[in-house]
């Protein structure tokens, strides 16, 4: 089993930063993936930013690149995203997940393991 604990949500102004947390207990399989998602109201889960295996690759979504960053803390067992330059349509409960295998990261089939999420407000 692994456990996910997500941290770091809030409320920030358009164009302001958030660091995110997801701390990961449990049996880590080194062949990996780590997934960002969100989900707005009414919209369906996407997958925002993934990082496979500690540092090897990483993909984002093209609504986030060049402003969000995954990282990954090995020691540690926790995977970051830094927020940067947030837009209105950056809201939405923020969810990290885990999958013993690599893929298409940025899709949740096939993840089967996440955090309970944590809420992130952007206002004007």
């Known amino acids: 089993q692994v456990q996910l604990v997500e941290s770091g949500g809030g409320s920030v102004q358009t164009g302001g930063s958030l660091r995110l947390s997801c701390a990961a207990s449990?049996?880590?399989?080194?062949?990996?993936?780590m997934g960002w998602f969100r989900q707005a109201p009414g919209k369906e889960r996407e997958g925002v930013a993934a990082?496979?295996?500690?540092?090897?690759?990483?993909s984002y979504s093209d609504s986030v690149k060049g402003r969000f960053t995954i990282s990954e803390d090995n020691a540690k067992n926790t995977v970051y995203l830094q927020m940067d330059s947030l837009k209105h349509d950056d809201p939405g409960i923020y969810y990290c997940?885990?999958?013993?295998?690599?893929?298409?990261?940025?899709?949740?089939?096939?993840?089967?393991?996440w955090g309970q999420g944590t809420q992130v407000t952007v206002s004007s």
């Open positions: 990082i496979y295996s500690g540092g090897v690759s990483t």
């Open positions: 997940a885990y999958r013993p295998s690599w893929g298409d990261c940025l899709q949740k089939s096939g993840f089967h393991y």
């Open positions: 449990g049996y880590i399989d080194s062949f990996n993936c």
